[in-house]
Nanobody, 123 residues
Framework: QVQLVESGGGLVQPGGSLRLSCAAS????????MGWHRQAPGKRQELVAV???????HYAESVKGRFTISRDNAKNTMYLQMNSLKPEDTAVYFC?????????????????WGQGTQVTVSS
């Protein structure tokens, strides 16, 4: 019910900046939270940052102070501003949207994912 399209990835030098975008379409009114995850080759996927409907944000300790997550509700677009990039930030970054749906008399969280965008930090 939700489609997510990421953009903004690319190659950047250490210390540089990138801004990722995630455009959402479909049942966007049901989205309770959106976030960014990343996965490097041979590594498990990890949460990078999340923003909930009330505006509260959470960050992984490894990116705190360097990354900023935001959302433009009018455009149904989420952003991840990445500053002071390090080689260890190299990964495929995935956009995520979480919806709450009725399920068996209660509520369940349903996650939707974008296709991913490559971020490479190298000199």
């Amino acid at each position: 019910q939700v489609q997510l399209v990421e953009s903004g990835g690319g190659l950047v030098q250490p210390g540089g900046s990138l801004r990722l975008s995630c455009a959402a379409s479909g049942s966007t009114d049901s989205i309770n939270a959106m976030g960014w995850h990343r996965q490097a080759p041979g590594k498990r996927q990890e949460l990078v940052a999340v923003i909930i409907s009330g505006g509260r944000t959470h960050y992984a300790e490894s990116v705190k102070g360097r990354f900023t997550i935001s959302r433009d509700n009018a455009k149904n677009t989420m952003y991840l501003q990445m500053n002071s990039l390090k080689p260890e930030d190299t990964a495929v970054y995935f956009c995520n949207a979480r919806l709450s749906v009725p399920s068996g008399g209660t509520w369940s969280d349903i996650d939707y994912w974008g296709q991913g965008t490559q971020v490479t930090v190298s000199s």
